[in-house]
């Protein structure tokens, strides 16, 4: 099954969630070295839009996601802006710190991650989404994970998901919740 991303760190959390029935492959894995296109407006737009571009380029099932941290104060942001959010540069730390310069004074510190997967088989779109809410907390909190998990502190625990063993994080985290419904899905496929 292919997975339309280039990010390492996604492959390796939903080959873990899917187990061994399906072998996830990245299109750089069978030898395609450009960018995936990713220009819509929305994540169920970009997760599509992915999903399409491989599936055209490859003829085979495959599955695309988009994510995004959403902040009610920020209305919404950074959103589908969330990679990119200080800069070209993708850099996680310069992201946190524009947040919590932006949330600086303000006491709605509510916030989601949510996350899209669009599926491509036998010719027909299908979509999941996961989301897990919590809050934004003022200062960076552990080393695991990636992007924003170092000040996303998800309702019901103590810790940021940065500060959580991966596994723990993988399971109640927006991606784990999308990739449960895929997985769900591809389970009862005949
Ligand atoms: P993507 O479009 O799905 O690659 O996600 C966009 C951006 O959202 C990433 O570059 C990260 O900054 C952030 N992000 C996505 N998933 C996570 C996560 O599980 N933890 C923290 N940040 C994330």
């Known amino acids: 099954m292919l997975f339309a991303t280039a990010n390492q760190h996604k492959v390796d959390e939903v080959q873990r969630l899917l187990g061994a029935a399906f072998e996830v492959v990245t299109p750089a894995q069978t030898g395609y070295a450009d960018d995936i296109p990713e220009t819509g407006d929305t994540l169920e737009q970009n997760a599509r839009q992915k999903a399409r571009f491989i599936f055209e380029k490859f003829g085979q099932p495959c599955f695309a996601d988009d994510t995004g941290l959403e902040i009610d104060a920020l209305n919404g942001a950074p959103g589908v802006y969330s990679a990119r959010y200080a800069g070209d540069e993708k850099d996680s730390v310069a ?88 997985v769900k899905f591809l389970g009862n496929y005949a």
């Open 95 to 182: 992201n946190m710190q524009l947040v919590l310069q932006k949330l600086h004074g303000v006491t709605n510190r509510a916030a989601r991650f949510r996350c899209v997967i669009v599926l491509i088989l036998d010719g027909r779109e299908y979509a999941f989404e996961g989301r897990v809410e919590g809050e934004i907390l003022t200062e960076l909190h552990g080393t695991q994970g990636f992007g924003y998990d170092p000040i996303f502190r998800p309702d019901g625990y103590p810790c940021t998901f940065a500060e959580m063993p991966v596994e723990e994080k993988n399971r109640l985290s927006h991606r784990g919740k999308a990739v449960e419904q895929l």
